[in-house]
């Protein structure tokens, strides 16, 4: 299953893991997502949603 790594609701990374064998998240939530759902390092969260991190011009 496809987890989001959350610090701070921010997107930390995104892993796939069977939600049982045990990591370490110290500071972090896993949120689990499906796999129809775009989302990557950077994207805010706000306990329900995911939005994408504002572009900057170059």
Request: aromatic share 10%; glycine share 10%; charged share 25%.
């Amino acid at each position: 299953m496809k987890y989001c790594l959350i610090a701070n609701n921010v997107v930390v990374n995104v892993i796939e893991w069977d939600g049982e064998a045990q990591i370490q998240l110290g500071d972090m939530k896993a949120i689990s997502v499906g796999d129809d759902v775009y989302v990557g390092p950077g994207f805010l969260y706000d306990g329900k949603k995911f939005t994408a991190p504002e572009q900057t011009e170059k």
